[in-house]
């Protein structure tokens, strides 16, 4: 079977159309992975994309240090409170639940118990500072279950 110049031509067109097409479709790929920011070349690209990542790893570093100066604040705020209310006059059948002690604590425990007892004649109101749920004044009942029931992660 002898093939002759005519065929031979032809099947050759058919190759070169397919490899220029082959040619055309990774041209088009190649200007879609260099495409953006300007880049003429690969290693314009790659050099963006490293810029970039300096950038993003110098935000995170900057956020991760503010996030921590932020925990340390939020140690000190006040994160539990809790309100007692009482009757201090009970034993002598007279006055309600119109005294209060109240506890303000941060993560630690430190803070302040404020008290006020009220009477017909007078409101009287008292603070102790707090250092780790304790205090180096007395605390009475109500103000003892005021700083037990203000802990910080205490589960109603």
Do not use: C
Not at 63 to 87: A, D, H, M, P
Not at 96 to 114: H, K, P, Y
């Amino acid at each position: 079977m002898a093939l002759d110049a005519n065929t031979i031509i032809i099947v050759l067109l058919g190759i070169i159309v397919l490899l220029i097409g082959w040619i055309i479709y990774f041209e088009v790929r190649l200007s879609k992975l260099l495409r953006g920011k300007d880049a003429n070349t690969l290693e314009d690209s790659w050099n963006n994309i490293l810029a970039e990542l300096k950038d993003v790893q110098n935000a995170r570093r900057e956020i991760e240090t503010y996030l921590r100066s932020v925990e340390q604040r939020l140690k000190r705020s006040i994160q539990g409170v809790e309100t007692i209310r009482f009757n201090p006059f009970k034993d002598l059948n007279m006055g309600s639940n119109q005294s209060f002690s109240t506890a303000f604590l941060d993560e630690d425990g430190n803070g302040v118990v404020v008290s006020s007892l009220y009477s017909r004649d007078r409101v009287s109101v008292y603070s102790k500072p707090l250092k780790k749920h304790a205090s180096e004044y007395g605390l009475t009942e109500e103000e003892k279950e005021a700083v037990a029931k203000a802990r910080p992660g205490r589960i109603a």
